[in-house]
């Protein structure tokens, strides 16, 4: 069992910057990918990023690519994504979510991968 919380959503105007947070807490030996994923009003939810658990491996949808960054801090159990020259269209609930991938290597930007997610924290960019 996994739980995960996120932090760091809020509002921001368009252009600027948020960093999301997500601690995993429970079983955090085995090896892991963590992914983001967002939910906007009457939408499904999409794939943003993900990262392996080494950190070396690394994959992100097209619609942030040079725009997010994902990284990861396995000592402190914690996942981040910079999001930088925000959009409106970016406005959503972001997820957290934890996939037992069993190598230091894998990641997936699939949603049913994916094992154990966290409640949501909203971010919301106005034009």
């Known amino acids: 069992q996994v ?8 509002l921001v105007q368009a252009g600027g910057s948020l960093r999301l947070s997500c601690v995993a807490s429970g079983r955090t030996s085995s090896p ?37 960054t994902i990284s990861r801090d396995n000592a402190k159990n914690t996942v981040y994504l ?18 037992y991938t069993g190598s230091s290597a894998g990641y997936s930007s699939n949603v049913k991968s994916y094992d154990y997610w966290g409640q949501g924290t909203q971010v919301t960019v106005s034009s």
């Open 3 to 10: 739980t995960l919380i996120e932090s760091g959503g809020g």
């Open 32 to 68: 892991y990918a963590m992914g983001w994923f967002r939910q906007a009003p009457g939408k499904e939810r999409e794939f943003v990023a993900a990262i392996s658990w080494s950190g070396g491996g690394t994959a992100y949808a097209d619609s942030v690519k040079g725009r997010f």
């Open 82 to 99: 910079q999001m930088n020259s925000l959009k409106p269209e970016d406005t959503a609930v972001y997820y957290c979510a934890v996939y």
